[in-house]
C-alpha cells in the first residue's frame, strides 16, 4: 500500500510540474486535424520552444506520438508544441507542408500565452516530419506564407528522414525494385510527392540550402544500419556543411527506425546524449 501511494505522489507531482493543453486549433474553424498540444513546465516564462511533427509516412500518425520527448525537453527548460496536419491522400503534399507552417504560424503569435519564447524555437520531427522539419527549414517560403522567418529558429533536429533529397531515394528504391525483378510499388515517394521530376526537386530540403538565408544549425540523427536514412541524413548533413552551417550527423547503432525516436528522453541513450549536447550548444546563442 505504501509504494502505491508513493507511486501516485510522484504521478501526482510530476501533473503539477507541467501544465498540458491538448487539441488546441490553430486554423479558425478548420479541419479536425488542423490542432496542436502545448507542454509547459509550471510557472513557465519566456522559455525557449520545441515544435515537434509527427511521422507517419505523411498518411497516419498523431502529435501524441511523443513518448518521452515532451518531459526532457520541459527538464531542459523548453515549452513542447508537439501538432497534426492533414494527410495524405486527402490532401496533397504542398497543402500538408503549409498546415505544419500554418501551426508553425500560430505557435509563434501565441506561444508567449504559454511561457513560451517565439523567438527561440527549435523545429524537430521524425520520419515523414523529419522531412517535414528539414524542409521548413531550409525553405523560407513556407513561413514567410504565415509571417513567420528563419531569424526565430534555434535549431533544427531531423530524426531518421529518408526524403531529403527526393529524386534520390525515388531513383534508390525504384531501381532495387527493378534489379530484383519486383514489381513497382504502389503510392510511393514518386506519387506521393507529386508525381513530376519539378516537384519531387522542390519539396527536397537540400534544394534550398544556401548560405546567407539564416537556416539554422542542425542535429540529424539516424539508424546507423539503415542504408537510406544514413545515405540521406549524410546528403543533408553534406549540403548543409558546404554553405556554411553547423551540422552534426550522428548514427545510431542497435537501434531501428521507430526505437530511435521513442527512446529520445533516455538518459541511456546515446542520440538522447547527441541531443543533449546539441541543446546545450543553441542555447548558449
Not at 504521478?11 to 486554423?27: D, E, F, G
Not at 505544419?100 to 517565439?118: L, N, R, S, T
Amino acid at each position: 500500500m505504501k509504494l502505491i501511494v508513493l507511486s501516485f505522489l510522484a504521478l501526482a507531482a510530476t501533473a503539477l510540474a507541467q501544465n498540458v493543453k491538448s487539441n488546441i486549433p490553430y486554423v479558425e474553424n478548420g479541419h479536425a486535424r488542423h490542432v496542436l498540444d502545448i507542454y509547459s513546465p509550471a510557472n513557465a516564462k519566456n522559455l525557449p520552444v520545441v515544435f515537434w511533427i509527427h511521422g507517419g509516412g505523411w498518411t497516419q500518425g498523431d502529435k501524441t506520438d511523443v513518448k518521452l520527448k515532451p518531459q526532457w525537453f520541459m527538464d531542459k527548460g523548453f515549452v513542447f508544441v508537439s501538432t497534426n496536419y492533414r494527410l495524405l491522400p486527402e490532401v496533397d503534399m504542398g497543402t500538408l507542408t503549409r498546415d505544419v507552417a500554418k501551426a508553425f504560424g500560430w505557435m509563434e503569435k501565441h506561444i508567449a500565452e504559454y511561457g513560451g519564447d517565439p523567438k527561440r524555437v527549435l523545429v524537430g520531427g521524425h520520419s515523414a516530419g523529419a522531412e517535414l522539419a528539414a524542409l521548413i527549414c531550409t525553405d523560407d517560403r513556407y513561413l514567410k506564407a504565415e509571417g513567420a522567418t528563419f531569424d526565430s529558429l534555434i535549431g533544427c533536429v531531423p530524426v531518421d528522414g529518408d526524403t531529403y533529397d527526393v529524386p534520390a531515394i525515388i531513383e534508390t528504391a525504384e531501381t532495387r525494385l527493378r534489379v530484383h525483378h519486383l514489381p513497382p510499388r504502389v503510392n510511393g515517394h514518386r506519387e506521393k510527392f507529386g508525381g513530376t521530376p519539378e516537384k519531387h526537386i522542390d519539396f527536397s530540403a537540400v534544394t534550398h540550402i544556401a548560405k546567407g538565408k539564416s537556416i539554422p544549425p542542425f542535429l540529424i540523427l539516424h539508424v546507423s544500419a539503415h542504408p537510406d536514412t544514413s545515405a540521406q541524413a549524410a546528403r543533408l548533413g553534406n549540403s548543409l556543411k558546404e554553405a556554411g552551417i553547423p551540422t552534426t550527423v550522428f548514427g545510431a547503432k542497435d537501434t531501428s527506425h521507430v526505437k530511435l525516436n521513442d527512446d529520445l528522453g533516455l538518459s541511456s541513450d546515446p542520440a538522447t546524449k547527441a541531443l543533449d549536447t546539441f541543446v546545450a550548444s543553441v542555447l548558449k546563442k
